[in-house]
């Protein structure tokens, strides 16, 4: 099991403050939802986990070593990320664009591992089309399978589920919470309700800062949330599953009903 540490990471482009001295840790396992408003810098900060990018101050970890000093083919077997947006440098059918994802990390057998993320992910039918015909809920899902198929301890994704329909959202969002029994996922997320109900521990984020880290449990009920997003959100529960949603939004410090 492995861990990302962030320390003190800060963040400047072009004069504005992305990320300001946040300081966070992964664990060695557990599913970890990223919320917040837009700007927040919750996409920023998955970068600087992944290493896709440098902070201006802080340090990033794995495992106790600066990230930046881990060889970029090492950091991909550790640490798998699932962008937001993504395009392929020329069109490329699906089969091959996983085939090149799974020979990256070096993996024992490649075609196996293909035709078992093919079959797991119900993909069968994306197997020979091209990337350009795809829709973007299904380059979502393929970008997940290619990820997940490298069988990464360590799980990045970036608004995965932004693009799919609400069938395919619930599958696909519990199959990335799912990584977080055995390693370690972290997702940003504009989902509300999938966060509190898949992801055991929610990072709430607000002008590139950290403004709170919890539990699901210990964030569900507390005002933090509507004061965040400027929105009365309803709660309910049953069982163990949460269900939350946007009620109305809140003007001048009162519920607009």
Not at 4 to 24: C, K, M, N, Q, Y
Not at 36 to 44: C, E, V
Not at 201 to 227: H, K, W, Y
Request: aromatic share 6%; net charge negative.
């Amino acid at each position: 099991m492995v861990s990302l540490v962030a320390e003190g990471i800060t963040v400047v482009r072009t004069d504005r403050r992305l990320l300001d001295g946040i300081s966070f840790a992964t664990g060695k396992s557990g599913s970890i939802a990223i919320i917040g408003p837009n700007g927040a810098g919750k996409s920023t900060l998955l970068k600087m986990l992944a290493g896709l990018e440098t902070p201006t101050e802080g340090t990033v970890t794995l495992d106790g070593k600066p990230l930046s000093d881990i060889p970029a083919a090492h950091r991909a077997q550790v640490v798998g990320y699932v962008p937001q947006h993504f395009n392929p440098h020329w069109d490329i059918r699906v089969r091959d664009l996983m085939r090149i994802a799974l020979e990256r990390v070096r993996l024992p057998n490649v075609q196996s591992a293909l035709e078992r993320s093919l079959s797991e992910h119900d993909l069968e039918p994306f197997r020979d089309r091209w990337w350009s015909t795809l829709s973007g809920g299904e380059r979502s899902r393929v970008l997940l399978a290619m990820v997940v198929a490298t069988d990464p301890p360590i799980l990045l994704a970036d608004e995965p589920s932004a693009s799919l329909d609400p069938r395919c959202r619930l599958d696909l969002i519990a199959r990335i919470a799912n990584h977080g029994q055995t390693g370690v996922c972290v997702v940003v997320m504009h989902d509300i309700d999938l966060a509190f109900r898949y992801f055991d521990r929610i990072v709430m984020m607000n002008g590139g800062r950290i403004v709170a880290d919890g539990t699901a449990d210990s964030l569900f009920e507390p005002s933090l949330l509507d004061d965040m997003f400027g929105v009365r959100f309803a709660r309910s529960q049953q069982d163990d599953l949460r269900f939350i949603s946007a009620g109305w939004p809140i003007k001048n410090g009162r519920s607009d009903q």
